[in-house]
């Protein structure tokens, strides 16, 4: 699967910001990235489900 380098998030663009971090997760196929909304730099913990590409959930990080 290919997933969106750019996701809209809460009315705004946001993009990877550099890298994966583990959290543990329910399934084994689902995975996390930090993405960065570009027009204030806040920060997005984005979980996505490897077998599928679906994004799983959204949530502020840090």
């Known amino acids: 699967m290919r997933v969106s380098e750019r996701l809209p998030i809460d009315k705004g663009r946001a993009g990877p910001d550099g890298g994966f971090?583990?959290?543990?997760?329910?399934?084994?196929?689902?995975?996390?990235?930090?993405?960065?909304?570009q027009r204030d730099q806040a920060l997005y913990r984005v979980d996505i489900d490897a077998?599928?590409?679906?994004?799983?959930?959204?949530?502020?990080?840090r």
């Not at 971090?21 to 909304?37: D, L």
């Not at 077998?51 to 990080?61: D, E, N, Q």
Request: a neutral charge; one cysteine or more.
């Open 21 to 37: 971090e583990y959290f543990p997760h329910a399934s084994p196929s689902v995975f996390t990235c930090i993405f960065n909304r």
């Open 51 to 61: 077998a599928s590409g679906a994004v799983v959930s959204v949530t502020p990080f």
